[in-house]
């Protein structure tokens, strides 16, 4: 709404088209519509022990890299590689492929916006297409990997199952992410596995510390002591990594003290666990 103004005519013209007009393929179009809209905010997040200001087209790279399975990376690769391979008519279909994707990276990875992987996943539908045209080179050596890879890939989505906005792949490991990028683990979603861990593990006590934004998102249902910033305790501490990490650089140092020591158990791969003795 702010996007438009205090002009009623605009919104309700723009809601009209944006939810009664059947357009194929709409949601390409919506993620294009929000990565223009956000892609000016320059908004800081964690990132490899930092923080990413100003362009933002490492952090994106990094994302591609270690968020999409590794299958799909040799897919597409082996597909960009072997482009001149193909007959000039397919090269064209080809290419043509590349052309939306281009557009996405050359205008908004060079923006000061960074949400993470999910605000690429407009470009995934030219890049599978794109990468399915392996299969188009009929010899035994590329079927063979082909089988490889497709199994692996859906051997993958099976293993990580929920568990799929926390994803990292093998370079990087899930159990890992929140160290390369936090935008891409934490998004709040483990907060509702809370209660039945408390109930679970009989804590009658700790100390819980998590974002202002989460705070806000969901209410808890068990009693629990405020973990302050910047002073060191003990006991069982109950922490999600936006926090940990710290969501800006004037955050970074709140919880530097408990980034020394390893978690005792984690609540999905957002929420640490930590039972400090000494």
Not at 212 to 234: C, G, H, M, Q, R
Not at 236 to 246: E, H, R, V
């Amino acid at each position: 709404d702010s996007f438009f103004g205090d002009s009623e005519f605009i919104k309700s013209v723009a809601s009209f088209i944006v939810t009664e007009i059947p357009i194929p393929g709409s949601h390409i179009f919506q993620g294009f519509a929000t990565m223009i809209l956000y892609s000016g905010n320059d908004i800081e997040n964690p990132l490899l022990g930092g923080y990413d200001t100003g362009s933002k087209w490492e952090s994106y790279l990094l994302s591609f890299f270690v968020k999409n399975p590794i299958p799909f990376l040799i897919f597409f690769f082996s597909s960009l590689f072997l482009i001149n391979y193909r007959k000039r008519s397919d090269l064209y279909d080809k290419l043509f492929l590349l052309i939306p994707v281009f557009f996405f990276l050359v205008v908004f990875m060079h923006g000061t916006f960074f949400g993470g992987n999910r605000y690429l996943l407009p470009i995934y539908s030219f890049l599978f297409v794109f990468s399915a045209s392996l299969i188009l080179l009929r010899k035994k050596i590329f079927t063979l990997l082909i089988l490889f890879l497709f199994t692996w890939y859906i051997l993958s989505a099976i293993l990580v199952y929920p568990e799929y906005i926390p994803y990292f792949n093998e370079f990087v490991g899930m159990e890992n992410g929140y160290l390369y990028s936090v935008v891409d683990v934490d998004m709040y979603q483990d907060f509702k596995k809370l209660d039945s861990y408390v109930e679970d593990n009989n804590l009658t006590y700790f100390k819980m510390n998590v974002t202002a934004t989460s705070k806000n998102v969901y209410i808890f249902d068990f009693p629990y002591e405020e973990l302050p910033p910047y002073e060191e305790t003990t006991g069982m501490i109950i922490i999600n990594a936006y926090s940990l990490i710290g969501k800006d650089h004037n955050r970074s140092e709140e919880f530097a003290w408990l980034r020394k020591y390893e978690p005792v158990d984690r609540i999905g791969y957002s929420l640490l666990v930590y039972n400090i003795t000494e």
